[in-house]
């Protein structure tokens, strides 16, 4: 994806690498081997792991989700067809839930650490929410802007992404 030229695009692909980095630094975390040993939240690179994982996420299901579904879907489906966008929003609908739940978990570990429990469950729906919204987001990079940036002109992108970043605060 080198070739985005609208202002909007280029800030949602943003958001997207930001994304994709916080998940690497998640999933290497939660590799196999950590099954039986959970992250002590005493270490500052752990806290800051945590941390991360709750404001990347967070924007990532509230602003950046709620835009594409009230702003970017219903015009991708007028303009070329609904299968894409109906599929993303589908797969908004379990992440969203999903990452709420590792949010949760993460700020509750900052806060008491974990315990076997709590490890296992962050360890689950971090991985799951992983897979799932890697995937996600390298469907919106290949599919889904590449089509908006044939259906936008330079002056919606212009004032879709001035909304944006208003919305992402
Ligand atoms: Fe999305
Ligand atoms: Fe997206």
């Known amino acids: 994806m080198h070739d985005l030229t609208l202002a909007l695009c280029i800030s949602l692909h943003e958001d997207h690498m930001t994304t994709l980095q916080l998940l690497e630094r998640l999933e290497a975390a939660l590799s196999p081997k950590s099954a039986q040993q959970p992250l002590d939240t005493g270490d500052m690179a752990v806290r800051n792991l945590l941390t991360d994982v709750a404001s990347v996420l967070k924007a990532e299901v509230t602003s950046h989700f709620a835009f594409e579904e009230e702003n970017l879907f219903p015009r991708f489906s007028e303009e070329l067809q609904s299968f894409v966008p109906e599929m993303l929003l589908g797969e ?66 212009t004032r879709l992404n001035v909304a944006y970043l208003q919305a992402k605060g």
């Open 92 to 157: 908004h609908e379990i992440i969203r839930p999903l990452a709420n739940q590792t949010i949760d978990l993460a700020r509750q570990a900052l806060e008491e650490g974990f315990d076997a429990q709590s490890w296992a469950a962050f360890r689950e729906a971090g991985l799951e929410l992983a897979e799932r919204e890697v995937f996600h987001v390298q469907k919106e990079e290949m599919g889904f802007l590449p089509g908006l940036e044939q259906i936008l002109d330079e002056d919606e992108s």
